[in-house]
């Protein structure tokens, strides 16, 4: 079982809001991701991190932000809530230590609902 | 680029049917292999990998052959259950030098009825 954790699971919110999803793990690895999950249930990656201070973005342009001031901590932002960001966002983390074995393991989700 | 490519669903079986969800990929190099199952309203979770050709990945029952003739990474199960129900999603994580991304597969809904 991985160590990883989503706040809030659910999250019902106005249009205009500044939210911020939290993302959290045990396992100490240096590389952590989120995913913005579509109704049709492709998977995007939108930020990446391969350590403190590191932050990158991913495959699909998003209006989000991240940061990555500790190890085990991955919060994403989103300054002005739009009900285009409606969507299923999924954390995940993983070891590059591990080599050709490197796993990424997920989080329970997040699934977002912008009024 | 990388791409994965999987069979569309859904996919509706019988209790106890044999499952076989196609998976093919494109990728440079010697990628790893992965299958991840996702149960409703859950995030994902890995059921199996295998990170060289000829490697067969297996859990709960899954199975799955890295094959480089032919690029591709079938899941099979002998005996599907109700509680199999989920979504499947084929990942392929390409040679070191691409930032280690994952590129998934679209995902493929099985439905197992009684």
């Known amino acids: 079982e991985a160590d990883i954790y989503q706040t809030p699971r659910y999250l019902v919110i106005g249009t205009g809001k500044k939210i911020t999803l939290e993302c959290s793990q045990t396992?100490?690895?240096?590389?952590m991701y989120w995913y913005q999950q579509d109704p049709g249930m492709e998977l995007h990656l939108i930020h990446y991190?391969?350590?403190?201070?590191?932050?990158e973005k991913g495959d699909l342009s998003s209006e989000s932000t991240v940061s990555r001031i500790r190890t085990e901590h991955f919060p994403l932002t989103l300054e002005s809530a739009r009900p285009s960001h409606t969507s299923q966002y999924l954390c995940?983390?993983?070891?590059?230590?591990?080599?050709?074995?490197?796993?990424?393991?997920f989080g329970p989700g997040t699934r977002l609902l912008v009024l | 680029g990388d791409s994965v490519t999987q069979m569309e669903g859904p996919v509706t079986l019988s209790e106890e049917a044999f499952l076989t969800i196609n998976c093919t990929y494109t990728?440079?190099?010697?990628?790893?292999l992965f299958w991840y199952v996702q149960y409703p309203g859950e995030g994902l979770q890995l059921l199996l990998k295998?990170?060289?050709?000829?490697d067969k990945g297996s859990n709960k029952g899954f199975e799955a052959t890295y094959r480089k003739e032919t690029t591709s990474f079938h899941l099979e199960k002998g005996s599907v259950q109700v509680s199999d129900s989920a979504v499947y999603f084929c990942?392929?994580?390409?040679?070191?030098?691409?930032?280690?991304?994952?590129?998934f597969g679209t995902g493929t809904q099985l439905k197992v009825e009684l």
């Open positions: 995940a983390s993983s070891d590059p230590l591990a080599g050709h074995l490197e796993t990424q393991y």
């Open positions: 396992m100490g690895h240096d590389k």
């Open positions: 991190s391969y350590g403190v201070n590191s932050t």
């Open positions: 990728a440079t190099g010697y990628p790893s």
């Open positions: 295998a990170t060289k050709a000829d």
């Open positions: 990942a392929l994580r390409g040679a070191p030098g691409g930032g280690n991304k994952l590129t």
